[in-house]
């Protein structure tokens, strides 16, 4: 019996739970039915970067915290579910088969989307049987041989050729090592397809990509600022990819309602503010802050006295700010 690959091994499950959430509560805000969630927790269902980013808000961790590592019980269990699998296969002949085909795609220069075209099948299917996930039924083995230029018999023929001659060895241990790579974002294999085990660490670079963390939210008559990615915005397309840029929600009450609390301040933490700049002032050294180190900052605008000192001016009411970080505001977005 064919057996679902698992393409995506995820702490999703577990975070859930830790929240109490009920997973048709999980599909509900997340507008997904009951059967795609259960298949993401499993990891056996692709997420797409919208999707992922989503169930991090709703679920309210990191984008990180969704990636296993290594050392999470939830590692073990999937590594020696795909050591079983993979040798369950290997006895039926199917990693053998599926490592053939891929190895005669790559000498034809074909994507794996065009060969599962040619072949007319599904992407989805046609890559689980290249990753030996997957029986090749009757009625498909004419049709993927004729996509490759094959009789049947010339197919089979042709792997069991390269298998003899020890081509397959290579693919058969690319195949092994994707344990290693899908459960550290990051930890990129090279020369294997985005479809195998570089799909975990390509989806979190390429979300991460978009995000930036948001460091300030009011509280009081002040912004309480904490360097911590919990809670993380998309940021604006111009932004994408630049380090050193964080998000603050402003207090309208200490700027004169010119920017309500629905906006988002964008700063610049690699570019000291100049006179006339508006900027974030934060009332410790941003570089020593850590995490868990809560302090407070303020939206000012930054000035300079007759003694050409350099202060922050914050309204309602008057305040002169001296002798605090001050970080450039490079863009502010209304929601």
């Keep these: 019996m064919a057996q679902e690959e698992i393409i995506f091994p995820n702490n999703i499950r577990n975070i859930r739970l830790a929240n109490g959430m009920?997973?048709?509560?999980?599909?509900?805000?997340?507008?997904?039915?009951?059967?795609?969630?259960?298949?993401?927790?499993?990891?056996?269902?692709?997420?797409?970067?919208?999707?992922?980013l989503n169930i991090c808000n709703i679920l309210g961790c990191k984008l990180s915290d969704i990636f296993i590592k290594e050392t999470d019980e939830v590692a073990n269990q999937w590594q020696n579910e795909i050591k079983r699998r993979m040798t369950d296969n290997e006895d039926g002949g199917l990693k053998i088969f599926g490592s053939g085909i891929r190895?005669?795609?790559?000498?034809?220069?074909?994507?794996?989307?065009?060969?599962?075209?040619?072949?007319g099948m599904t992407l989805s299917v046609y890559h689980k049987i290249e990753v030996g996930q997957r029986e090749i039924y009757e009625n498909e083995i004419e049709p993927l041989a004729k996509s490759f230029n094959y009789t049947t018999d010339g197919l089979f023929d042709k792997i069991a050729e390269l298998y003899k001659a020890g081509e397959l060895n290579?693919?058969?241990?690319?195949?092994?090592?994707?344990?290693?790579?899908?459960l550290v974002p990051g930890n990129p294999l090279t020369d294997i397809d985005m479809h195998d085990s570089l799909y975990g660490a390509k989806i979190y670079d390429s979300a991460r990509k978009k995000l930036v963390p948001v460091f300030?939210?009011?509280?009081?008559?002040?912004?309480?600022?904490?360097?911590?990615?919990?809670?993380?915005?998309?940021?604006?397309m111009m932004l994408e990819g630049r380090k050193g840029v964080y998000a603050v929600v402003p207090n309208s009450?200490?700027?004169?309602?010119?920017?309500?609390?629905?906006?988002?301040?964008?700063?610049?933490?690699d570019t000291p503010a100049q006179v006339g700049?508006?900027?974030?002032?934060?009332?410790?050294?941003?570089?020593?802050l850590n995490s868990e180190e809560a302090t407070t900052a303020q939206i000012v605008l930054v000035r300079q006295d007759a003694r050409g000192k350099i202060y922050g001016q914050v309204s309602s009411p008057e305040e002169k700010i001296f002798g605090k970080t001050l970080h450039k505001v490079i863009m502010i977005v209304m929601e």
């Excluded at 058969?172 to 344990?179: F, G, S």
């Excluded at 700049?277 to 020593?288: R, Y």
């Design 277 to 288: 700049d508006l900027a974030v002032s934060i009332d410790k050294n941003f570089d020593s």
């Design 22 to 52: 009920k997973m048709t509560e999980l599909a509900r805000q997340s507008n997904l039915s009951l059967s795609a969630v259960s298949k993401i927790e499993k990891g056996v269902r692709r997420l797409n970067q919208k999707q992922l």
């Design 216 to 236: 300030g939210v009011p509280e009081g008559k002040s912004i309480s600022f904490r360097k911590s990615d919990t809670k993380m915005i998309v940021a604006p």
């Design 253 to 269: 009450k200490r700027v004169n309602g010119y920017l309500p609390e629905s906006a988002y301040v964008f700063v610049d933490s």
């Design 170 to 182: 290579k693919q058969i241990n690319k195949v092994k090592e994707r344990v290693k790579s899908v």
């Design 103 to 119: 190895k005669i795609r790559q000498l034809q220069g074909k994507t794996i989307a065009q060969a599962a075209k040619n072949a």
